[in-house]
């Protein structure tokens, strides 16, 4: 493994909840919890075993306290609330839950390495990295109590980004055995989450419903009892700087710069919008040591409360003001990077935004001319017309389950069944490539889109990326509706199931006139996903969906509605498309007047932004 410096923390706690005394100054507040901000160098490692009671911990069976960690797992990731300050929620991601979770994961690590190899293993390695959130700190010190409980070495990354995490896992000399990322995304700054690695990839939801119930046991149990005082073994280690330089290294052998191969983005001139995320070291670490200029970039230092905007590609904001700098500065390119940098959106010569379904014919464009013929997964909510622009150029699309890991998951499916895949990309921006171990980074894909800019500019083109995809037809409306379901949240997510089942019952009873339930190639609706044909699914199904195409006599089919139970939230996600104007609205009264009120469901769900909607064809 490589070098490192190491220290020894203490952690003593007894499950006081961080506090915000107001948004402007936060402050966490905690009893005896021992963090300095600069560890020392250098400090006598203190080995620690597993505890001797963990069977006892199984034994313990405690429903509401069990189910406030099981309602933590949000698909493949975890997810809470770790700051007071957010209306309406309560503090969830508690110090002793993180800690009872981390521990589960090493546990399920070194399980699994034991069953790979088929013997006892030692000097199990996990890597801790975090974005800038306030509550990452104290978080940290509780995921590393857990896992040196679970009788793992823990190194701490520090800053770093979420693929940046699982490439400590296989770059050397890192190369650890697991990884774990602390972050909730694009989500407000009271949030925060974890996401897990292995030298195969992300988990899956199955594997973190796994470890999550096993957490819930260990943390009933020990509700009482979280007075803790470790002296843990903690490396810190610099692997970002290792990571950037693979980037770089990329970047050189593929354009190949005939004058200048070591600075080959020299004469670009590039702005990056960090959103005071974790993504600033791709401008000084990586462009900057390129070449290119980067005068203009916007949000680079890294601020856990987010103060200029969401940093999130999606975000109407951060692509305006990227815009806006784009243009001020004559820029061949913008990148807007969410917190984590797992995702992208970027903004063109002219100022044109390219997120959503741009990017992802973007990106599609660059790799169906490296691989002629392959097959690209997408989430299910993508236009019509992205699906004729990837056809066109003679790949084939497979619309699979909304979220990043299902449309992963289903390319690394139809890679070992034989059918080359080599791009998998959802709506949202998380974008994998086969080249690139299937792992969603954001970074990785602003690499991809740089070269082919070089390369057009050498070519003699000043057209810039933009051009690619400029026959790229829009939908005329595209719209996400919410609808809230109201119940406890323990029975939420069953009272959502039900609503979207019943839809599926209408569709395909023909209650909805020229709405039918979408399919695509060989794949059918089932079980509330798009599955393949021999009824494999690509994992198991984290959330119920249905897509409809939708047809009158006037348009013929003009569009489709999307209905899925929303893994984040207590809802239902409601996304449209239209290629004719007025069409979204003429939906939205069908799905509220001859399906929502018909079947009587307006007294169990909030409603009200569908009928704002249906009436007015506002969105609010």
């Not at 957010?86 to 839950?97: C, D, F, M, Y």
């Not at 984290?542 to 139970?565: L, P």
């Not at 104007?581 to 007294?603: E, H």
Request: with cysteine; aromatic share 6%; glycine share 8%.
């Amino acid at each position: 493994m490589a070098s490192t410096s190491t220290s020894s923390i203490s952690l003593q706690t007894n499950a006081q909840k961080p506090c915000l005394p107001s948004k402007s100054a936060p402050k966490l507040s905690h009893t005896n919890l021992s963090f300095p901000c600069s560890l020392p160098l250098s400090t006598k490692f203190v080995c620690v075993k597993p505890s001797s009671t963990a069977k006892y911990y199984n034994e313990v069976v405690v429903d509401e306290e069990m189910d406030r960690i099981r309602r933590l797992q949000n698909g493949s990731d975890v997810r809470g609330v770790a700051l007071e300050g957010e209306k309406g929620r309560t503090v969830s991601l508690t110090l002793p839950a993180v800690e009872a979770i981390a521990e589960s994961f090493g546990e399920w690590v070194i399980n699994g390495l034991e069953k790979e190899r088929g013997h006892p293993v030692e000097n199990v390695g996990v890597s801790l990295g975090r974005d800038p959130r306030i509550s990452g700190a104290s978080l940290s010190v509780a995921v590393f109590s857990g896992l040196a409980r679970a009788g793992c070495l823990v190194f701490d990354m520090g800053l770093a980004t979420t693929p940046a995490c699982f490439m400590s896992t296989i770059l050397p000399p890192f190369a650890y055995d697991a990884s774990i990322m602390m972050t909730a995304s694009h989500l407000p700054y009271t949030r925060n989450g974890l996401k897990f690695f292995t030298k195969k990839g992300g988990l899956s939801s199955p594997d973190v419903e796994d470890i999550c119930d096993k957490a819930a046991r260990k943390y009933a149990n020990r509700l009482t009892k979280v007075s803790i005082l470790l002296n843990i073994p903690l490396s810190r280690v610099d692997f970002m700087s290792t990571y950037a330089k693979h980037l770089r290294d990329i970047i050189k052998e593929r354009v190949n710069h005939p004058l200048h191969y070591e600075t080959p983005l020299q004469g670009f001139q590039i702005i990056v919008n960090a959103g005071n995320g974790s993504g600033g070291f791709f401008t000084w670490d990586v462009l900057d040591k390129l070449g290119a200029d980067t005068f203009g970039s916007l949000h680079l230092k890294p601020d856990g409360m987010f103060p200029n905007h969401i940093p999130n590609p999606e975000d109407k904001t951060a692509m305006a003001v990227t815009r806006a700098a784009v243009l001020e500065n004559s820029a061949d390119l913008g990148v807007v990077f969410d917190t984590d940098v797992d995702r992208s959106g970027v903004v063109d010569n002219k100022g044109n935004p390219v997120n959503g379904d741009k990017l992802i014919a973007l990106i599609s464009a660059i790799v169906l001319r490296e691989h002629p013929g392959t097959t690209i997964v997408t989430d299910a909510r993508t236009s019509m017309a992205l699906t004729r622009f990837i056809t066109n150029r003679g790949g084939h699309h497979c619309l699979y389950r909304v979220g990043y890991r299902n449309v992963i998951d289903k390319g690394v499916q139809l890679n070992k069944e034989g059918i080359e895949t080599h791009l998998m990309m959802e709506t949202s921006g998380h974008g994998a490539l086969k080249e690139n171990h299937f792992l969603d980074d954001g970074a990785y894909m602003v690499v991809k889109i740089i070269i082919e800019m070089v390369r057009m500019k050498l070519a003699g083109s000043d057209e810039g990326v933009g051009d690619i995809i400029k026959d790229l037809e829009e939908p005329a409306e595209s719209i996400e509706l919410r609808i809230n379901v109201v119940s406890e949240p323990r029975y939420a997510k069953e009272k959502a199931i039900e609503a979207i089942e019943t839809f599926r019952e209408y569709v395909e009873e023909g209650r909805l006139e020229g709405w039918e339930l979408d399919s695509c190639g060989d794949c059918w609706v089932s079980e509330g996903c798009l599955v393949d044909s021999n009824d494999t699914t690509a994992a198991a199904v984290d959330a119920h969906m249905y897509r409809a195409k939708v047809s009158d006599e006037e348009h013929g089919q003009h569009g489709w509605v999307h209905i899925r139970q929303s893994i984040h939230n207590p809802n239902i996600a409601v996304n449209m498309q239209s290629s004719v104007p007025g069409c979204c609205q003429t939906m939205t009264r069908v799905l509220l007047d001859k399906f929502i009120i018909a079947n009587g469901m307006d007294k169990s769900l909030d409603i009200s932004q569908i009928e704002k909607y249906a009436k007015s064809g506002i969105v609010g």
